[in-house]
Nanobody, 122 residues
Framework: HVQLVESGGGLAQPGGSLRLSCAAS????????MGWYRQAPGKQRELVAH???????NYVDSVKGRFTISRDNTNNTVYLQMNSLIPEDTSVYYC????????????????WGQGTQVTVSS
């Protein structure tokens, strides 16, 4: 069983910053991808950013240049530094981890955190 525990959400003013953290525990395959998704009321959940265990990153266009994802492989922790926040960043942010096991058959594994609210408002 894998558990993801998020922290760091809250209220920020436009132009402000927040840092999200997510610690994963349990039976985790070392070659994995961790990431952050977000979902605003009435909208679909979208990928914000992800990072592989080798450090490759990917961001949704709307956060490029403002958000930075990083990870600590030793502690299975992923971070999301959010700068220059705008009201449109207001969402519930979910931590996510996934990996693929190919032997003896291909099996995709993924787990989600419980979500943390980020509100950007003056």
């Amino acid at each position: 069983h894998v558990q993801l525990v998020e922290s760091g959400g809250g209220l920020a003013q436009p132009g402000g910053s927040l840092r999200l953290s997510c610690a994963a525990s349990g039976s985790i395959f070392s070659d994995n991808t961790m990431g952050w998704y977000r979902q605003a009321p009435g909208k679909q959940r979208e990928l914000v950013a992800h990072i592989t265990s080798s450090g490759e990153t990917n961001y949704v266009d709307s956060v490029k240049g403002r958000f930075t994802i990083s990870r600590d492989n030793t502690n299975n922790t992923v971070y999301l530094q959010m700068n220059s926040l705008i009201p449109e960043d207001t969402s519930v942010y979910y931590c996510h981890i996934r990996w693929v096991v190919v032997q003896p058959t291909v099996v995709n594994w993924e787990y989600w955190g419980q979500g943390t609210q980020v509100t950007v408002s003056s």
